[in-house]
């Protein structure tokens, strides 16, 4: 996916792109920035064309990292419920007084996809940036001309 932003701020290798996302965008996040809603947001990019603060360059994210982030944060959870679900369907009477076993561990196991999702990011997160500075414009960023994520 490529957006067009100016770039603000440039720490050695990397540059802090100021992003204006349209409003169609508003509420997918699928470019990696988690941010809901429209409007300008920054985005740290990795600086491949060495731009400097003012350029209005072109930024590049790896679709790749998008559906597995995708799959890790709504799949893993889904997943992790129906299986709890059915475990506790499987299980209920098995435990006596405890009624509705199948409810309980949807929760737990739901719970448990939650803390693994989030260690998850936060491994990932420290060893990757989703998004590279692939080209420097020669004209002003005006904003988005059409409505094409």
């Not at 957006?3 to 440039?10: D, M, N, R, T």
């Not at 992003?19 to 990696?32: E, M, P, S, Y």
């Amino acid at each position: 996916m490529e957006q067009v932003g100016l770039v603000v701020e440039v720490n050695e290798d990397k540059a802090i792109v100021a992003i204006q996302r349209h409003d169609v965008c508003a509420k997918c996040g699928g470019c990696g920035v988690a941010v809901s809603g429209a409007g300008e947001v920054q985005l740290e990019a990795l600086n491949k064309v060495n731009a400097v603060v003012g350029q209005t360059v072109k930024v590049a994210s790896d679709t790749a990292h998008v559906l597995k982030a995708s799959f890790m944060v709504y799949i893993v959870p889904m997943l992790a419920l129906l299986a709890g679900l059915y475990l506790g369907q499987q299980l209920d009477g098995s435990f006596g007084d405890i009624a509705r076993m199948d409810i309980i561990l949807g929760i737990v196991f739901l719970l448990v996809s939650y803390l693994l999702v989030r260690s998850y990011d936060r491994k990932v997160a420290s060893r990757q940036i989703a998004a590279a500075v692939i080209e420097i414009l020669p004209e002003p960023f005006s904003g988005p001309e059409d409505e094409k994520c």
